[in-house]
């Protein structure tokens, strides 16, 4: 079992940046891939990044590519989401999610169903 907590949300203007974090607890998530998602009010759930667990392989959706970057330390058992040049659509609560290995760069990696864990969500709220 994989605890997760998220950490690092707040309140930004827009062109501001935040860092978020995903702490593990329970064990060792280094096997584990890690994805961020984001679910505004009214809206679905949807993803916005993930990292292998290596950290060799990342992804992005197309509304944050090229300006998040996910990254993660396994000796910290962390993963973080940097997040630049923010604007008032990045408002959201952000989960990070762990799923339990195997996972193979073939495989999804995009969709809520592949995550074993979630964490509570950390609110981000970029004001314009």
């Known amino acids: 079992q994989v605890q997760l907590v998220e950490s690092g949300g707040g309140l930004v203007q827009t062109g501001g940046s935040l860092r978020l974090s995903c702490a593990a607890s329970g064990r060792t998530f280094s096997n584990n891939l890690v994805g961020w998602f984001r679910q505004a009010p009214g809206k679905e759930r949807e993803f916005v990044a993930a990292i292998s667990s290596s950290g060799a392989n990342t992804y992005y959706a197309d509304s944050v590519k090229g300006r998040f970057t996910i990254s993660r330390d396994n000796f910290k058992n962390t993963v973080y989401l940097q997040m630049n040049s923010l604007k008032p659509e990045d408002t959201a609560v952000y989960y990070c999610?762990?799923?339990?290995?195997?996972?193979?760069?073939?495989?999804?990696?995009?969709?809520?169903?592949?995550?074993?864990?979630w964490g509570q969500g950390t609110q981000v709220t970029v004001s314009s």
């Open positions: 999610a762990a799923r339990n290995p195997p996972w193979f760069t073939s495989a999804p990696y995009n969709a809520a169903r592949v995550y074993d864990y």
